[in-house]
């Protein structure tokens, strides 16, 4: 993909998910309700510093809650107005693995020859979340150009967005950029510009 703009991702703030080290999934019905804990609202705010003087005029955002709190700080403190919401940012869907041991999702995502087919019953695949952030990205792509862009979202979507923009070929350019997380699989209210 031939980038037109600038981007940053950045990935949400902590939560008590986070905080209490909880081996478990988000519950489908709590997922876009998990709000920042104090720490996480004071990460995204160290973070969003460092996006000062970046020129960043345009704002994505999941609309879940973690992600419009962290997309809310990021704003104020770099001075944009209004924050573009998407549904193709959300968190994955993680189907009968929410609310279930992160281990036992993660061993069925990476089961088999075909890792990015692996859809679990009611859920996504990661080749599924690949191909909703690579349409919100070439929509952008068509409507804005030389703009800087700062999108806010969750660790699977802001993995596979990086590898679309850094226009990756196989899956085994995605796994090996997972495995180097500062350059693609992101920590929490962690920045990467491309």
């Known amino acids: 993909m031939k ?19 909880r081996k478990i999934n988000y519950d489908a019905l709590e997922n876009p309700v998990i709000s920042l804990t104090d720490e996480g609202k004071q990460m995204v705010s160290d973070s969003a510093e460092k996006l000062e003087g970046k020129n960043i005029n345009l704002i994505f955002s999941s609309p879940y809650l973690r992600t419009k709190q962290t997309a809310e700080i990021a704003a104020k403190i770099i001075g944009v107005e209004k924050i573009n919401y998407d549904e193709r940012l959300i968190d994955i869907n993680l ?3 929410m609310g279930r041991s992160m281990d036992e ?3 069925f995502y990476m089961a088999g020859n075909k890792k990015f087919d692996n859809r679990p019953e009611g859920g996504e ?15 952008v792509e068509k409507k804005y150009k ?41 920590k929490l209210a962690q920045i990467i510009e491309i």
Request: aromatic share 14%.
């Open 3 to 21: 980038l037109n703009n600038k981007y940053f991702l950045l990935r949400h703030g902590q939560t008590i998910y986070q905080k209490e080290n």
């Open 146 to 186: 030389n703009e800087t862009i700062l999108i806010v979202s969750h660790a699977d979507p802001i993995w596979l967005m990086a590898g679309c923009l850094r226009c990756y070929k196989n899956v085994d350019a995605y796994f090996e950029a997972r495995k180097k997380r500062e350059n693609s699989y992101p």
């Open 95 to 97: 189907g009968k693995f």
């Open 105 to 107: 999702s993660f061993e």
């Open 125 to 139: 695949s990661w080749n599924d979340i690949l191909q909703r952030v690579k349409n919100f990205l070439e929509d």
